[in-house]
């Protein structure tokens, strides 16, 4: 026979292990490596460790991020799939890597010419639909975006003055194959598709004069100002998304409060890549200006009438599939709303 003692007793006991089990459950680790697009000790990859660090710190160590280099497990055009089939938990890729999987990726990723910072873009992805489009482009990949994050937007290095679209007629330009390559082409630009490696000797060797690389940062970085002696800055024609997404099941791993915590820590990683890269493109700017080298600012006038160009390829790539057509559509809608186009 159970004596009401020993009941109580027993239910005592009862609560005492539930109370020592929900904090087990409660402080699972989630561990994950995640590989970005960035070289070891650059301003980009020091941002990004400086978001796995403020993500351990938000959620008391229950999800730890190891923040590998560009390169660093798989090759940089590998890691979709490395993150698809669960060999990496996260990659932050430049988006367009993937136009080749679906020409929506490079449409959501870089919709060249249309905004003039990237705090318009970071409200349109927020609060405007843009990162729900995105999650629809990875579903098949089973990869989940957690956010999104820009660099700023892109300069172009220039040979000769180039004030206006007007100027652009004739300018042999380094141009990746895709839509950046369309839009000069109306402009009269003569696209020449060199990798990388090889922008700087070709400004060198004069078989271009001008080249779609990055930033003005960045450009300074590899040594473009020493061949070309002006700088479109701030930039117009590109600035792409860089996505942190995760496998499907780590992130149906989690707690809904670590979603959470993860969503606004990427919003805040967003922030302060922005900010971190005008700090370095601000101080880059006034070293150039000592080296004699000139930045061209665009009108707002003559900005318009680029983006009025761009937009007749951005309707020809929107016709592509229904999620480039959605991914168009609604960025269009948002720049209206913003009065960037009529």
Not at 88 to 110: K, S
Request: with cysteine; hydrophobic share 40%; proline share 5%.
């Amino acid at each position: 026979m159970v004596s009401r003692r020993n009941m109580i007793a027993g239910g005592a006991s009862l609560a005492a292990a539930a109370t020592l089990a929900a904090p087990a459950i409660a402080q699972k680790t989630h561990r994950w490596r995640i590989q970005t697009l960035w070289q070891a000790g650059t301003v980009n990859q020091q941002a990004f460790e400086r978001f796995c660090d403020n993500v351990k710190a938000a959620t008391d160590g229950r999800v730890q991020i190891t923040p590998l280099a560009s390169g660093a497990a798989v090759g940089q055009q590998e890691t979709l799939d490395a993150v698809s089939r669960g060999l990496l938990d996260g990659h932050h890729p430049a988006t367009v890597y993937w136009t080749g999987r679906n020409p929506a990726f490079g449409v959501i990723g870089d919709l060249n010419g249309a905004y003039d910072t990237p705090y318009q873009a970071q409200d349109y992805f927020e609060n405007y639909g843009g990162l729900d489009v995105l999650k629809e482009i990875y579903k098949p990949f089973k990869i989940y975006p957690m956010g999104v994050a820009w660099w700023g937007m892109e300069s172009i290095p220039v040979a000769r003055p180039v004030k206006s679209p007007d100027d652009l007629k004739g300018l042999k330009m380094r141009l990746p194959q895709g839509m950046s390559a369309d839009i000069f082409a109306k402009f009269g630009v003569v696209a020449v598709n060199l990798p990388g490696t090889e922008v700087f000797s070709g400004l060198d060797r004069g078989v271009i004069e001008a080249a779609d690389w990055g930033t003005l940062g960045m450009n300074a970085e590899i040594g473009l100002h020493e061949k070309a002696k002006w700088a479109l800055f701030p930039g117009f024609h590109s600035m792409p998304v860089g996505d942190v997404s995760v496998n499907q099941d780590r992130w149906d791993a989690l707690t809904p409060d670590l979603k959470a915590i993860l969503t606004m820590a990427v919003r805040d990683y967003c922030r302060d890549m922005i900010q971190s890269v005008a700090r370095q493109d601000s101080t880059v700017a006034v070293s150039l200006a000592e080296k004699k080298v000139e930045m061209i600012s665009w009108s707002p006038d003559a900005r318009r009438k680029f983006r009025t160009v761009a937009e007749e390829v951005w309707q020809q790539y929107a016709q592509k599939n229904e999620l480039c057509k959605k991914a168009v559509d609604g960025q269009v809608a948002y720049l209206k709303s913003r009065g960037l186009i009529g």
